[in-house]
């Protein structure tokens, strides 16, 4: 009996022998991780900016905040392909680096002109580097930029350049978009593509009564099929989050003829409806947009029929700028030939499958806004 058990208490220590363990894995303090890449062309050369966090600003402390402001290490090499710019961040990098946690890319406009090829070639190759980063363009400088820092010495994973939905469903204007979507917008017929741009604000903030950067997005950058058509800036782009289902949450102002505050108005999840017509050979487009909203602020007596007509008015005159905006770069703004690709491919053929741009100012014939308040708060309509 007792040998019995002495075999298989061996049996036992050699099956532990066998089993893998984690003989190869590195502690956190010996990886360097890679979160944020920022990739321009100049001079003929690729550039490439990889920002490195320090995790001791990450991690939670007792205190709360971070009582140090969060280190931000920024590297910039260049080389003869976006491959070897990178690998040249190996010269230098002192410890092995990590791309898996990689959550943001920018591109410059310079490097977008470049094509899809070398855009996406090597982050879509590369095994580490994952599809659900988000994805922007900048005309401000790169190093300057990836090294903002958000509120109370808080990491730049707090930022909107990491994380930018939570701002956006308080504000929602320019919708951020992820890799895999970017991917499949630039490539796919009839698509045009919104990429968000970023730049550095210096006026809003202050600490302690000076000036603090913070990022923003001011604007896209638009894509038709690979060909950029140029950036318009968010003020230019107010009429698409109307058009928009991906809108979450925004407001409206409404002011009289002295550009006066009468009230403002937030509006909830639009739902929107687009048809075409052909008709004598002329293709146009029929927008309705259901609203449903909150009234957040009444500075001015004003009845809810008057407000609500005052509002549709508003927002249609939004729609029809913006529309105008894409049609003065040759893009369509609001996804418009998309749709009659899916509808009708044959007819999408015939209009948008030419050189010359489809769209023109009437080709957008009719915007049919029905707007619903559903809270009008405490004070009901009165000041």
Same mark, same amino acid.
């Given at each position: 009996?007792?040998?019995?058990?002495?075999?298989?208490?061996?049996?036992?220590?050699?099956?532990?022998?066998?089993?893998?363990?984690?003989?190869?894995? %590195?502690?956190?303090? *010996?990886?360097?991780?890679?979160?944020?890449?920022?990739?321009?062309?100049?001079?003929?050369?690729?550039?490439?900016?990889?920002?490195?966090?320090?995790?001791?600003?990450?991690?939670?402390?007792?205190?709360?905040?971070?009582?140090?402001?969060?280190?931000?290490?920024?590297?910039?090499?260049?080389?003869?392909?976006?491959?070897?710019?990178?690998?040249?961040?190996?010269?230098?990098?002192?410890?092995?680096?990590?791309?898996?946690?990689?959550?943001?890319?920018?591109?410059?406009?310079?490097?977008?002109?470049?094509?899809?090829?070398?855009?996406? $070639?090597?982050?879509?190759?590369?095994?580490?580097?994952?599809?659900?980063?988000?994805?922007?363009?900048?005309? $401000?400088?790169?190093?300057?930029?990836?090294?903002?820092?958000?509120?109370?010495?808080?990491?730049?994973?707090?930022?909107?350049?990491?994380?930018?939905?939570?701002?956006?469903?308080?504000?929602?204007?320019?919708?951020?978009?992820?890799?895999?979507?970017?991917?499949?917008?630039?490539?796919?017929?009839?698509?045009?593509?919104?990429?968000?741009?970023?730049?550095?604000?210096?006026?809003?903030?202050?600490?302690?009564?000076?000036?603090?950067?913070?990022?923003?997005?001011?604007?896209?950058?638009?894509?038709?099929?690979?060909?950029?058509?140029?950036?318009?800036?968010?003020?230019?782009?107010?009429?698409?989050?109307?058009?928009?289902? %991906?809108?979450?949450?925004?407001?409206?102002?409404?002011? *009289?003829?002295?550009?006066?505050?009468?009230?403002?108005?937030?509006?909830?999840?639009?739902?929107?409806?687009?048809?075409?017509?052909?008709?004598?050979?002329?293709?146009?487009?029929?927008?309705?947009?259901?609203?449903?909203?909150?009234?957040?602020?009444?500075?001015?007596?004003?009845?809810?029929?008057?407000?609500?007509?005052?509002?549709?008015?508003?927002?249609?005159?939004?729609?029809?700028?913006?529309?105008?905006?894409?049609?003065?770069?040759?893009? $369509?703004?609001?996804?418009?030939?998309?749709?009659?690709?899916?509808?009708?491919?044959?007819?999408?053929?015939?209009?948008?499958?030419?050189?010359?741009?489809?769209?023109?100012? $009437?080709?957008?014939?009719?915007?049919?806004?029905?707007?619903?308040?559903?809270?009008?708060?405490?004070?009901?309509?009165?000041?």
């Amino acid at each position: 009996m007792k040998r019995t058990r002495v075999f298989q208490t061996i049996v036992m220590i050699a099956i532990l022998w066998t089993l893998t363990g984690c003989w190869d894995a %590195k502690e956190v303090q *010996d990886i360097n991780y890679v979160k944020t890449l920022g990739i321009d062309y100049v001079k003929g050369e690729y550039v490439v900016y990889a920002v490195m966090l320090d995790f001791t600003s990450v991690a939670k402390q007792e205190g709360g905040k971070p009582s140090q402001k969060a280190s931000v290490w920024v590297s910039r090499t260049s080389g003869i392909s976006i491959n070897d710019a990178i690998d040249k961040l190996y010269h230098t990098s002192q410890q092995h680096m990590f791309f898996a946690h990689i959550s943001s890319i920018i591109y410059s406009e310079a490097v977008l002109k470049q094509g899809p090829e070398v855009v996406f $070639d090597l982050t879509n190759r590369y095994h580490e580097i994952r599809y659900t980063k988000w994805v922007y363009t900048t005309q $401000d400088q790169m190093d300057k930029l990836l090294s903002v820092t958000p509120f109370f010495n808080e990491s730049p994973i707090s930022s909107i350049l990491n994380a930018p939905m939570e701002t956006y469903k308080q504000s929602s204007h320019i919708t951020p978009i992820q890799f895999h979507r970017f991917i499949a917008n630039y490539n796919e017929l009839g698509r045009t593509t919104l990429l968000p741009s970023l730049s550095i604000n210096k006026e809003t903030w202050k600490e302690n009564l000076k000036n603090h950067e913070l990022l923003e997005i001011d604007g896209c950058m638009i894509i038709d099929h690979g060909n950029i058509r140029g950036k318009l800036t968010k003020e230019k782009l107010s009429g698409l989050r109307w058009v928009n289902p %991906k809108t979450i949450r925004t407001p409206v102002s409404i002011t *009289d003829n002295e550009n006066k505050i009468i009230a403002t108005i937030v509006i909830r999840k639009p739902k929107v409806k687009i048809e075409h017509h052909i008709q004598e050979g002329k293709l146009t487009f029929q927008v309705q947009v259901k609203l449903s909203g909150t009234l957040n602020e009444l500075a001015q007596s004003i009845s809810e029929k008057q407000l609500k007509e005052l509002a549709i008015k508003q927002i249609k005159k939004e729609i029809y700028d913006t529309y105008k905006e894409g049609i003065g770069l040759k893009a $369509d703004i609001y996804q418009l030939g998309y749709g009659l690709l899916l509808e009708d491919p044959a007819h999408w053929k015939h209009f948008f499958g030419k050189e010359s741009f489809p769209l023109y100012r $009437d080709s957008l014939n009719s915007v049919d806004v029905q707007l619903r308040i559903n809270n009008s708060g405490k004070y009901q309509f009165r000041i």
